[in-house]
């Protein structure tokens, strides 16, 4: 190469500086589609800009956004998780029915168990759910659509068999048995600290915990890697296969954490809560900024993409928009965001 | 003279922060092979893609065969006769050879393809290469040599006026690459105009008829091929002489660092052993497909060894769980021949140097993120990497500027022994110059070096000795003394 001169120095970094200006205006993309739509919103509907409605829509959308953070990890690594609403459903499942109902395991009575040990139980299944779908695509190489495609029936299977179809907790004539969740988890799902809802603070220690990982240690670092060239971050040592492992364990947990809380939002469990929003939250990751082919992406933007949906589905509530309408208006969205995040990559790239 | 096939005057092209073309005139006569030669970034690449019609000027003007060209398309090129053997290859994998070279174009019977037809013709314009490969064959099968030809193929069945070879023959072997040769030979004659790009110099005079020398995506000049010699070229290229491009230093032998004992990879590798000594450069000849890809990566604990033993300053280093990460804890370090395998694209330069230092790591380690930028500068400014722009993304930076960032994250995980694949490879001549001077200074610095090349002149200027491979065994040594262009092919062949 030719020794550049001071002045060309200075030109490449001004350069630098102007296309990471252009860069940051980019990728703010969803922020700034964010802002409008709450603009829009405002504007057209009076209650909308109410605090009460936007305590309102964090708390519907803290379900999907836990799930979200976890799905961020699978997508930046070029996966996908169709399984987490299951999971979700799953462990809240069986945290339900530990917590209330006298359980014979191998013939050791069990329950109603100490709930923080349900809980506690519950998570290390949701884990061990992500786990099995990470082992099964990294030892397998079964592309992971299909293996949590095949997770998801399978997971709401086992829930349906936990709970044999019915809402948990059950009153059941005769049994009586059965008691109420505890009243914690009714708190955590509907209770507030200093005015802001549990929900909301829970949604954004864990994406605050995502986030961390994500750019903070070498399991973040990892998931780019694998994410942009699983090739290359073979050829630099990293463990391909227990990176992915890891990635669908953590999605797994995030699954498990939303379901627990949704259980204590709805105050019951069932098999099919939950279902549809494996869809959501893949949606709100790529609403986000990640990129669906994996190696770029990260959690705020994802919970961006969130609030975009959440904001969209209660402005149009608030608007008298018929819920059929409503599903075509979140549809087209979706599309017209990734459109344009895929016109703008391109851009970048030249 | 003939009136010019193309003629392109005064283009411009701009991107976003660089002017890659800057009022680039061009003209390609019919019946010449017109050379077009340029470090990477000089602008050829884009040249090319505005040809066969992939990027639009900015301005200038664009006629063929005399008449003005606006909004060229890819189809409108090929509708004009224009045809671009792509660097990268654009072949479907998982189709058949015969598939490939009619794509979208498959011969037709009344009802259905006429597949023996198919076949027949694909079969007859791969002889035409000189290659006999069967027609039904997938895609995916070949080696990497064969695919460059069905590319080639398939683009001469189109039977274009104006034919684009972007780097043809990189990977071929001399006798295919004088088969193409006869190739374009015929195509010139027949008075077809010919726009080559190599980065091997010494094909340019045994095929072109004129040069175009690209710089900073000015052309600065179009000679004759009696004019330009090496040299000149070369100065024409870079902007001065290159006063010595192999810049080996006489290193004294130090103890041995890497000993291999009968390494033995299923179909691949047979059997081979030597011992690589502290500030050696020891190179590896052989011709394509000889082996040398996979000695490269079984040593690198990517392709698993059915037999033999590696050991690293005497202790045994290989055994059944052999992999990158225990490869790179005994101190080895990978150059792979597609830096492709090496770089994470849309990770910044940091992140790319300092993959290694997280392969042993437990995934909750804490990223040294003051280390890591420490280090990329202290690289950027050392290795001259170009621009000097941390932040940027890999995919960004030339063949030549992403090999240094592949040897900063060696250099910079204190790897004492590296396996070069093709070091040089793609890159242009004033980046090879500067990688052979650092893996000079290395070897200096008692690094040893496996530097595996199927350009003669290279090991010739760089190494203390060379093994010969064939048929993925080692079949011969040369020592500095023997070694020679001439001794090599006759070695290796």
């Given at each position: ?350 | ?31 010449e092979v017109h050379a077009l030669l340029g470090e990477n970034g000089a602008g050829k690449s884009t040249l ?258 059915v037999a033999g033993r590696i050991f690293v300053n005497g202790e045994a280093a290989s055994s059944n769980t ?172």
């Open positions: 190469m030719i020794k550049d001169s001071a002045q060309d120095l200075a030109k490449a970094a001004w350069d630098e500086r102007a296309s990471r200006l252009r860069t940051v205006l980019f990728r703010s993309g969803p922020l700034i589609a964010l802002l409008l739509l709450i603009a829009v919103l405002a504007m057209l509907s009076p209650h909308f800009l109410n605090a009460d409605n936007l305590l309102t829509v964090a708390r519907q959308t803290a379900f999907v956004a836990i799930l979200a953070v976890g799905q961020t990890f699978v997508i930046i690594r070029g996966g996908i998780d169709l399984s987490v609403a299951a999971t979700a459903a799953l462990s809240a499942c069986i945290v339900a029915v530990l917590m209330t109902e006298p359980v014979l395991f191998l013939g050791i009575p069990l329950g109603p168990m100490n709930p923080v040990l349900a809980i506690i139980l519950g998570l290390m299944v949701g884990a061990l759910a992500g786990t099995f779908n990470g082992f099964i695509i990294a030892r397998f190489g079964i592309p992971d659509f299909i293996a949590t495609l095949g997770a998801m029936t399978l997971f709401r299977g086992l829930a349906l068999l936990v709970t044999g179809g019915l809402p948990v907790p059950t009153f059941r004539i005769g049994v009586g048995a059965g008691g109420g969740l505890p009243e914690f988890l009714l708190w955590a799902g509907s209770g507030h600290i200093l005015g802001i809802p549990f929900l909301l603070i829970a949604v954004l220690v864990v994406a605050i915990t995502g986030g961390l990982i994500l750019r903070f240690t070498a399991f973040g670092r990892s998931i780019y890697a694998v994410g942009g060239n699983r090739e290359a971050a073979r050829a630099s040592g990293i463990n391909v296969g227990r990176t992915i492992i890891l990635i669908y364990a953590f999605s797994g947990l995030m699954a498990a954490i939303g379901g627990i809380l949704l259980m204590g939002r709805l105050s019951s469990a069932n098999a099919l809560m939950g279902e549809g929003e494996e869809l959501r939250s893949i949606a709100s990751t790529v609403i986000g900024g990640t990129n669906l082919f994996g190696g770029e992406g990260g959690v705020f933007g994802t919970m961006i993409g969130a609030a975009i949906l959440g904001v969209l589905g209660n402005g149009l509530n608030l608007l008298g928009v018929s819920p059929f309408w409503q599903r075509v208006a979140q549809g087209a969205v979706i599309i017209l965001v990734v459109v344009l995040d895929q016109w703008r990559r391109n851009r970048l790239r030249r | 003279m003939a009136a010019p096939l193309l003629e392109l005057t005064a283009i411009n092209k701009q991107f976003p922060g660089v002017r890659a073309l800057a009022d680039v005139d061009f003209t390609l006569l019919p019946g090319v893609k505005i040809i066969s019609g992939i990027y639009q000027p900015d301005s200038g003007t664009f006629r063929v065969r005399g008449a003005a060209i606006s909004e060229l398309s890819p189809v409108k090129a090929q509708q004009l006769g224009i045809a671009l053997v792509h660097q990268e290859l654009s072949l479907v994998p998982a189709l058949s050879v015969a598939e490939n070279i009619f794509l979208g174009n498959l011969p037709r019977t009344a009802a259905s393809i006429d597949w023996p037809r198919a076949n027949r013709e694909a079969k007859q314009a791969m002889a035409e290469l000189g290659v006999k490969i069967d027609p039904t064959r997938e895609l995916r099968s070949l080696s990497v040599a064969e695919q460059q030809l069905v590319e080639i193929a398939k683009t001469l069945q189109r039977q274009p006026d104006i034919l684009l070879l972007d780097e043809p023959t990189s990977a071929l072997s001399d006798a295919e690459r004088s088969r193409l040769f006869e190739v374009i030979r015929a195509l010139r004659d027949r008075g077809v105009g010919i726009i080559y790009i190599s980065h091997h110099l010494s094909e340019i005079a045994m095929i072109a008829d004129r040069v175009t020398v690209l710089r900073d995506g000015r052309n600065v000049g179009t000679i004759p091929i009696a004019e330009a010699s090496q040299e000149t070229i070369v100065r024409m290229m870079v902007g001065r002489a290159l006063s010595d491009q192999f810049p080996k230093p006489a290193v004294t032998r130090g103890a041995p660092a890497l000993v291999v004992e009968g390494l033995t990879v299923d179909g691949r590798l047979r059997d081979i052993s030597f011992t690589l000594h502290q500030g050696e450069i020891l190179g590896v000849f052989g011709l394509m497909g000889a082996g040398q890809e996979h000695l490269a990566r079984a040593l690198f604990g990517l392709e698993r060894a052999y992999s990158p990460s225990r490869a790179i804890r005994a101190g080895l370090g990978l150059i792979a021949r597609d830096r492709r395998q090496s770089l994470v694209p849309m990770l910044t330069v940091g992140p790319n140097i300092s993959l290694p230092w997280l392969a042993h790591r437990q995934p909750w380690h804490k990223l040294e993120l003051e280390r890591e930028k420490a280090t990329t500068l202290q690289f950027i400014k050392e290795l001259d990497i170009d621009p000097p722009l941390p932040h940027r993304e890999a995919v960004y930076f030339s063949g030549g500027n992403q090999q240094k960032i592949v040897l900063a994250r060696w250099m910079s995980t204190g790897s004492r022994i590296l396996i070069c694949d093709e070091p040089t490879r793609g890159i242009d001549v004033g980046a090879k110059a500067e990688v052979f001077a650092l893996l000079g200074r290395l070897a200096e610095r008692g690094t040893a070096i496996l530097m595996i090349s199927s350009e003669p002149k290279e090991l010739v200027g760089m190494a203390d000795r060379t093994l010969i491979m064939r048929n993925g065994t080692i079949t011969g040594e040369l020592s500095r003394q023997e070694l020679s262009h001439e001794a090599l092919l006759r070695a290796a062949s």
